[in-house]
């Protein structure tokens, strides 16, 4: 018994000077703060107290910390309206320290009774302030975009968005009655595109979509947000989302064309090209995309079609001659797989004849390329009994 007393009296003695201490640091900040000066010294008080753990759930020191960086924020605002020369960055930063203070007040403070009554003492003084300031968190995070610190600009479009789900702000209604908040969002997706973090461009994508002139850019974000992540299902069903909306929008056609391509997936590639070719005919990237899987199906006639529509558009796009020219090759290798050479005599003629001014043209369009023209004009030279260009190509070839 006499041990136990002992150790409750050790454990009173220990406890007393820090009571005292707390009581002292509490008073002489808020003497500092009814001074109207010296707020900054009041709040290194208060965070010097709540460095010890043991101190970090009395809601008085956030309540004092919270009216020391509060008289901070009058000052400045005072400035800023005389025109006096204030850090522009720090008066923002003002207003986010006041949000994370206040918010882990009002949890403190929200905490239930030996009743289980909840009487949040600072809630609607707190809550009212805050929401006048509110707007400062939004262009504090535009304002550290433009300084390109996206990692800073996130937490204040974290706070700002974040407020919406806080009981502090409860009847606010933020998501129904803020028409920035999807601004927010689509600049949070931003910073966490920018800073490849794919949890940060999706903790607000969703919301950020509800922006109709951002989504088709955030929907490319979180495509790229999904690659980090090795989500193969999410980022194609993103990529194929993006398309359906905004087939014009350089970013997710040419990626899921590929992939359709690397799968051998012509049948896909070509629903793909359709789509894109009923909104916008005239496209040169859907008709390509057309053009090669026509050719991966081997219907020719069509492929032959669709890529002379595209010269008759533009002589200097190099690709469909190609296509037309692989086109007639590819003919003339099926029937020379009959092993009837002089059955299909004078049709195997006119398809090289026919191949040929096409591939001509292609090497003159992409000179550069001649794995792809020089073989075929190699057999082209050859079966038509093209002497000259014939020698001309085989030392090409010999010499590659």
Request: aromatic share 14%.
């Amino acid at each position: 018994m006499k041990r136990r007393i002992a150790i409750s009296t050790l454990l009173l003695l220990m406890i007393t000077p820090c009571l005292w201490a707390q009581k002292k640091e509490l008073s002489q900040a808020r003497t500092y703060i009814k001074s109207g000066k010296d707020y900054d010294k009041a709040e290194k008080l208060m965070t010097d107290l709540l460095a010890n753990p043991a101190n970090r759930t009395n809601a008085k020191i956030y309540a004092t910390w919270y009216d020391a960086i509060s008289g901070q924020y009058a000052q400045a605002n005072e400035k800023l309206y005389l025109k006096q020369a204030y850090d522009t960055a720090a008066f923002f930063n003002i207003t986010k320290r006041m949000y994370t203070v206040a918010e882990t007040l009002d949890s403190l403070d929200a905490q239930p009774d030996e009743k289980g009554r909840v009487k949040p003492e600072y809630r609607k003084d707190h809550a009212e302030q805050l929401n006048l300031l509110r707007p400062n968190l939004y262009y504090g995070g535009t304002y550290q975009v433009r300084r390109e610190d996206y990692r800073k600009a996130f937490e204040y479009f974290d706070l700002y968005i974040g407020a919406a789900h806080q009981p502090l702000f409860t009847g606010y209604k933020y998501l129904e009655s803020d028409k920035l908040v999807s601004q927010a969002a689509y600049w949070a997706a931003l910073c966490g595109f920018k800073l490849q973090d794919p949890k940060m461009t999706l903790k607000y994508s969703q919301l950020a979509l509800t922006d109709q002139e951002k989504s088709k850019f955030v929907l490319h974000y979180m495509c790229e947000a999904y690659l980090l992540l090795k989500n193969q299902k999410e980022y194609l069903n993103t990529l194929n989302l993006g398309y359906k909306l905004f087939p014009s929008y350089p970013y997710f056609f040419p990626r899921l064309a590929d992939h359709y391509k690397a799968q051998g997936n012509n049948d896909e590639l070509l629903k793909l090209a359709d789509l894109g070719l009923r909104r916008y005919p005239n496209n040169t990237l859907f008709q390509l995309a057309k053009s090669i899987a026509l050719l991966n199906m081997n219907r020719y006639d069509e492929c032959i079609t669709v890529s002379k529509q595209m010269i008759a558009a533009n002589k200097e796009q190099a690709e469909p001659y190609f296509s037309i020219a692989t086109c007639y090759l590819n003919q003339a290798l099926a029937l020379e797989q009959l092993n009837e050479p002089r059955k299909y005599h004078q049709e195997l003629v006119k398809l090289y004849t026919d191949a040929c001014p096409y591939m001509e043209k292609y090497r003159q369009l992409a000179p550069l390329d001649t794995q792809r023209w020089g073989p075929a004009l190699y057999r082209i030279y050859l079966n038509l009994n093209k002497g000259k260009q014939f020698e001309e190509i085989d030392r090409l070839m010999r010499k590659n």
